[in-house]
């Protein structure tokens, strides 16, 4: 009697998070690129889209554009996006004007998915989307998807991470501890780690922090200070990962410079002292507070070194808050960072051990 061949079943693995910015792009990303070298064949898809581009052309998500990009996908092979969360789609939910079963319609968004498994990238923690029916939990539910948990150890991690664990149960499939500093990986390793692994959430992987998924380009910082661009607007690809205030005298200010690496430095568009000074060290770009015009000697200065000067029409404090802000929580849209991530995923995750547990081992 001759046997017939059992068709490959599809799985589903839900990327998600206990907090907004954990890094669940990225993990999804250099998981996605990880796996394709293994020859596992790989789908990708965010049915709550979060992240737009200010004009919204064409309704794309940009997480979404930038992984098809990036793992070079065909239309066929990725869902479009179900959902998108915004203050319109929210308000008519709230007026009874969008009835929609969207549990219902994950149905026919996830329906013929190409490929051995389908990556989909979950909402900023275990409750957006409950509006819609379309939380985590949710989600996974509905697709019989395992889940994969992104977190930074800080704040109440480990008490979200068992939170989490009596929610999702067995779906859990473990968590990845991202950006770990330095200062705090022996204790995990010794001390966390094994304890969330007696209470059934396995470890599967810890990356250290990585100044350069930690910077931010200068591109991102005129957006988010909506600054002018004085100078070398060619530069904008430059990437900040410190940075320092020049509000003191000049042979303090470069006992600072002199130590920070690929700096932003922030001051007042009077201190040409200091925004020479500051041309002549490991400066990404300078950020001229107060909307002053610096002096023509600054900008020639800063053409010659090729360092983009930026002009806000705001004071010091304001201009610091925003960008530390930013940092760490910028989207991953950097070929270089996908990079720098798919190394580090390579070398601190379990790719086996997680094939293993999705039933896809050798």
Request: with cysteine; net charge negative; aromatic share 4%.
């Amino acid at each position: 009697m001759r046997s017939e061949s059992v068709p490959k079943l599809t799985k589903y693995l839900l990327i998600g998070s206990t907090k907004a910015y954990s890094g669940k792009s990225a993990i999804a990303l250099g998981m996605a690129l990880g796996l394709r070298s293994k020859g596992v064949a790989i789908a990708y898809g965010k049915p709550l889209g979060t992240c737009f581009s200010s004009d919204r052309a064409g309704g794309e998500e940009e997480d979404v554009r930038f992984a098809v990009e990036t793992l070079k996908l065909k239309d066929s092979q990725i869902p479009s996006t179900l959902l998108s969360l915004d203050a319109e789609t929210i308000h008519k939910r709230l007026l009874g004007e969008d009835k929609r079963d969207y549990r219902r319609d994950l149905a026919a968004y996830l329906q013929d998915p190409c490929g051995d498994l389908v990556l989909l990238e979950g909402p900023a923690n275990l409750e957006e989307g409950s509006l819609f029916d379309l939380s985590l939990p949710q989600v996974a539910e509905a697709v019989d998807a395992s889940v994969l948990l992104v977190t930074r150890p800080i704040d109440l991690y480990i008490d979200d991470l068992l939170s989490a664990k009596q929610r999702l149960g067995s779906r859990l499939l473990g968590v990845v501890l991202n950006d770990v500093p330095s200062d705090k990986l022996e204790s995990i390793t010794t001390t966390v780690r094994p304890f969330l692994e007696a209470k059934g959430i396995p470890v599967l992987g810890m990356l250290p922090r990585s100044a350069l998924l930690r910077s931010v380009s200068v591109k991102e910082l005129v957006h988010q200070l909506k600054a002018e661009v004085l100078c070398r607007p060619d530069r904008l690809g430059l990437f900040v990962e410190t940075l320092t205030i020049g509000a003191m005298n000049v042979s303090s200010a470069l006992k600072y410079f002199r130590k920070a690496i690929n700096m932003a430095v922030v001051t007042g568009g009077d201190r040409t002292d200091i925004q020479l000074a500051a041309l002549e060290s490991s400066t990404q770009c300078l950020i001229l507070t107060g909307h002053l015009p610096p002096s023509p000697l600054v900008i020639g200065r800063a053409e010659e070194v090729e360092i983009p000067v930026l002009s806000v029409d705001l004071d010091t404090l304001t201009t610091v808050e925003i960008i530390d802000s930013t940092f760490g929580s910028v989207r991953l849209h950097e070929t270089i960072k996908v990079e720098c991530v798919t190394q580090l995923m390579a070398e601190h995750f379990d790719m086996d051990g997680m094939l293993a547990s999705l039933g896809m081992g050798d």
